[in-house]
């Protein structure tokens, strides 16, 4: 299957700090991403839908000033958490979305996010 | 909101079949029907996808009604590293996961 790439896969930063997590699809492109927060033990949370080349668009009860997201290229995708604080730590997923006889929506790895 | 229902968790033992049910009764004409595992700390892995009837692959089969508002995912023979957590997805435009089926295999 087509492969996403998520990095990094686990940073620790300080609190107030910013911390940028990139997605790439690696083997097509994707007009068309997702970005998603899961807590221990739940499911996966969508947070915002990422378009190529447009504003990204949020779920209820994300912010969009917190969870920066730009979709510069048809491969890549990045998230940028400022002023990151303790309760932001989490665990981060990207998806990206193939389109073509069939759509279907590749993972990353994701990335652990902890901020002391 | 996710358009989809699952048993929190069940319990099954190595060698057994395993069948999962999702519940997905306003499923729209346009929708598939899509399965996903997930070990923790990891990015949900693609099983199997359907829009009707019966969908078979090298790791699972997949049964749809004719009437679309549930699908069950069958795993043959499961082993201990089937442990994980599977969800059923039922979108078009979006991914919204459900809570997922939390599988335990037991030796």
């Known amino acids: 299957g087509a492969v996403v790439s998520q990095h990094p896969s686990r940073v620790i930063c300080k609190s107030g700090t910013s911390v940028k997590i990139e997605c790439r699809s690696l083997?097509?492109?994707?007009?068309?991403m997702f970005w998603y927060r899961q807590f221990p033990k739940k499911s996966l949370m969508l947070m915002a839908t990422?378009?190529?080349?447009?504003?990204?668009?949020?779920e209820q009860g994300v912010e969009k000033d917190k969870f920066l997201i730009n979709h510069a290229s048809l491969t890549l995708s990045t998230l940028t958490v400022t002023s990151a604080h303790p309760e932001d730590s989490s665990f981060y997923i990207c998806?990206?979305?193939?389109?073509?006889?069939?759509?279907?929506?590749?993972f990353g790895q994701g990335t652990r996010l902890t901020v002391v | 909101l996710a358009k989809t229902t699952q048993p929190i968790s069940m319990d099954s033992y190595e060698g057994q079949e395993v069948n999962i049910t999702c519940s997905h009764n306003?499923?729209?004409?346009?929708?598939?029907i899509t399965w996903y595992q997930q070990f923790p700390s990891q990015g949900p892995r693609f099983i199997i996808q359907?829009?009707?009837t019966k969908v078979t692959n090298e790791v699972a089969s997949l049964f749809i009604p004719a009437d679309r508002k549930s699908s069950t995912l069958s795993l043959p023979r499961v082993s201990l590293s089937d442990t994980a957590v599977y969800y059923c997805?039922?979108?078009?435009?979006?991914?919204?996961f459900g809570t997922g089926t939390r599988l335990k295999v037991l030796a």
């Open positions: 998806s990206a979305i193939k389109t073509g006889a069939d759509t279907e929506a590749f």
């Open positions: 990422s378009n190529e080349g447009s504003k990204a668009t949020y």
């Open positions: 083997d097509f492109q994707a007009t068309t």
């Open positions: 306003n499923i729209a004409t346009n929708d598939y």
């Open positions: 997805l039922v979108e078009t435009y979006k991914y919204i």
């Open positions: 359907g829009y009707k």
